[in-house]
């Protein structure tokens, strides 16, 4: 049996349920789609060096590797169902592919996605995660669907994955707890799966934020042909790191810095108030940070001044 054989076996620890008619092993699993839905499908790749530092460590890269994949779906209102891995290795080391396993089939089991299948290569190291998840037609976060007048909500807070960078490469101290708090942000983002779902019902439009609130939401405003009026004041910090750099650090970091993987959401006015009953009852963590405009432009009013951002990134100042 090859190196790589060997290695496959790890991943066929992986519990599988109903909806798998048959997993790891064959030439193709098969799969069992829940009636009357449609599948959401999504891929992500993680390259060393690039999406991680070199030499972290293998269940902090695997969490990552999923979480990032399950927050497409997530963004999407999607329930997750299965996936499946490409692997590349620069060598075949079990330890490695053990403790890797082990933080995947982990926080596989944590969200109930399966993994169903994969691809193991030879090459400098790279992570694929394909996702599959279920959702009721009809029911999916476009981008494209954001109307003026809807009003903007993101969950969580911004700016903890450029804190965590910041503290990775050490250019923030912060305590003890926080940098846990943060080193655990970055390698696993809570897929916010159900607050995509509830969001789902009730909003017209969503993304996922891995490039910055702003970036992100310029993807909304491209694709549904509309701009955003934020109040920089409501954007929801941290409070792990928030006094520990300036305010407009923090701002810079939730404006602009990625890896958060909150999700952002346009809702229309009709159902804010159902929103903030289930934020008042704790259902879900959202704060509502402004407004989709007619005119295609993303402004950003902070302290009495507004900067005015064209949605392919032009800034200028009013
Ligand atoms: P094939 O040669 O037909 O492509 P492989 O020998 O590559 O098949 O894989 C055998 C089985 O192991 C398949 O069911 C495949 O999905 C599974 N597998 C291979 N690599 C992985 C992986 N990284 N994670 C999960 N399953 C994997
Ligand atoms: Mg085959």
Redesign the pocket.
């Known amino acids: 049996m090859d190196e790589f054989a060997l290695i ?1 076996q790890n ?1 066929a620890k992986a519990i599988i349920n109903d909806s798998v008619a048959l997993g ?4 193709c ?1 098969l799969l069992i789609p829940p009636a009357g839905k449609q599948l959401a499908v999504s891929m992500d790749t993680l390259v060393e060096g690039t999406h991680f530092p070199k030499g972290a460590p293998a269940k902090r890269i695997a969490t990552r590797a999923l979480a990032t994949a399950l927050s497409d779906l997530a963004a999407m209102g999607a329930e997750p169902l299965w996936f ?4 590349t290795l620069p060598n075949a080391n079990q330890q490695w592919v053990g403790d890797f396993c082990d933080g995947l089939l982990e926080f596989a089991d944590t969200h109930q996605c399966t ?1 169903v ?4 290569t030879r090459g400098p190291l790279t992570i694929t995660v394909q996702v599959h998840g279920s959702i009721t037609p009809g029911q999916a976060l476009c981008r494209s669907g954001a109307q003026p007048d809807d009003i903007i909500y993101v969950t969580g807070s911004l700016g903890d994955g450029a804190a965590a960078l910041a503290v990775l490469q050490q250019n923030i101290t912060v305590r003890k707890a926080a940098q846990d708090y943060l080193v655990d942000r970055f390698y696993k983002p809570t897929p916010r799966i159900k607050e995509g779902r509830l969001l789902s019902t009730i909003a017209h439009a969503g993304i996922d934020i891995s490039d910055g609130l702003y970036a992100d939401l310029s993807h909304i405003c491209q694709a549904s042909g509309v701009g955003a009026l934020i109040d920089v004041n409501r954007i929801p910090l941290s409070p792990y790191w928030g006094n520990k750099v300036s305010r407009d650090k923090a701002l810079a970091w939730a404006i602009s810095g990625g890896d958060d993987y909150e999700l952002c959401v346009t809702v229309p006015r009709a159902q804010v108030a159902t929103l903030e009953t289930w934020i008042k009852s704790d259902r879900i963590n959202a704060t509502a940070i402004g407004k989709i405009t007619h005119k295609p432009e993303i402004y950003m009013v902070n302290k009495g001044k507004t900067m005015a951002f064209d949605i392919e990134g032009y800034k200028h100042f009013e």
């Open positions: 496959r991943f790891i092993g064959d030439d699993a499946t891995l490409g692997l993994l299948g994969g691809d193991i």
